[in-house]
């Protein structure tokens, strides 16, 4: 059963290009389109500094990865034992679907750093775009 698994994985990703990519385009397509709505709220979000990479960023939540993954579920590549090869196969699909997506916008889908579960939209600045921004009264 593994070996057929391990096979039917190997399988899947000699054929990953952009025709299986393609296939999965109109489920995936209102989730890179809500992702896209998402990422152009930013400009209304607060910036705040991340001392660590030492840049400005701006980001907002847009969901967990069991509510926005094909597999819907959370695991890491080295201890997955709750997720079967080919949802695995799927998820990395997706973010390759989704990153190409985005590749034209100035944000990008990243995971908190607080709750690891949570996915969210995020633009980064070298200086602090928010000092020349004039607020209304």
């Known amino acids: 059963m593994i070996q057929r698994e391990i096979w039917d994985y190997i399988e899947l990703w000699t054929k990953r290009n952009d025709r299986l990519l393609d296939h999965f385009h109109s489920e995936w397509q209102p989730t890179l389109e809500y992702l896209i709505k998402k ?7 607060k910036c705040y500094y991340e001392s660590f990479n030492q840049i400005w960023v701006q980001s907002l939540f ?6 926005l993954t094909p597999s ?3 695991y890491a590549p080295f201890a997955n034992s709750n997720v079967k090869i ?6 990395e699909l997706w973010y390759e679907f989704i990153e190409k997506g985005l590749k034209d916008y100035p944000f990008c889908l ?6 690891g579960c949570d996915l969210l ?5 070298d200086e602090n ?3 020349d921004r004039e607020y209304e009264d």
């Open 39 to 45: 990422g152009e709220q930013l400009e209304y979000e």
């Open 62 to 67: 847009v969901g967990t990865i069991m509510s």
């Open 72 to 74: 819907g579920k959370f």
């Open 86 to 91: 080919k949802e695995a196969a799927l998820d």
């Open 110 to 115: 990243t995971l908190s750093e607080y709750d």
């Open 121 to 125: 939209i995020q633009r980064s600045y």
């Open 129 to 131: 775009p928010e000092e």
